[in-house]
């Protein structure tokens, strides 16, 4: 497997179309949830990405928060296996990428609530209350810029 973090302008054809293919099978496919995963937000996105007999098995992007400057929104974090690992190194180097490439203050996601503990392991800790995204229960979870090891 062959991590790769590019911008998305600096993204193959051939890997464009394998994250978006991963995000369409986890979001939309797996969690029967049609909504508009092409938002124009990847645009102006780092894409962090594993990849394995040419296709992608773990994606995920990050970008700087457009109404908070120093803070960095990750998100579209999706695996095609689970149980192995896969997700808590995803994340993890997610973070480091992060800290690495724009030294933010600190790091936002949304997530879905059913995955609050995944991302509290990381050193993410829950905002606010619980709020309805595409019919999902989402929680808005923060990551200040030390806060977890980068490991």
Known sequence: ???????????????????????????????????????GVDGESFHLFAWEDGRAVACLRFFPKPDEPGVVQLGRVATAVRGVGLGGELLRRGVRSVRETLAPREIYLEAQCYAQGFYAREGFISVGEPFDEDGIPHIAMRLGAKDAPTA
Do not use: N, T
Request: aromatic share 16%.
């Open 1 to 39: 497997m062959e991590w790769r973090l590019k911008s998305f302008y600096a993204l193959s054809v051939g890997e464009l179309y394998a994250i978006l293919r991963l995000r369409q099978d986890v979001f939309v496919v797996e969690q029967r949830c049609p909504y508009p995963d092409i938002d």
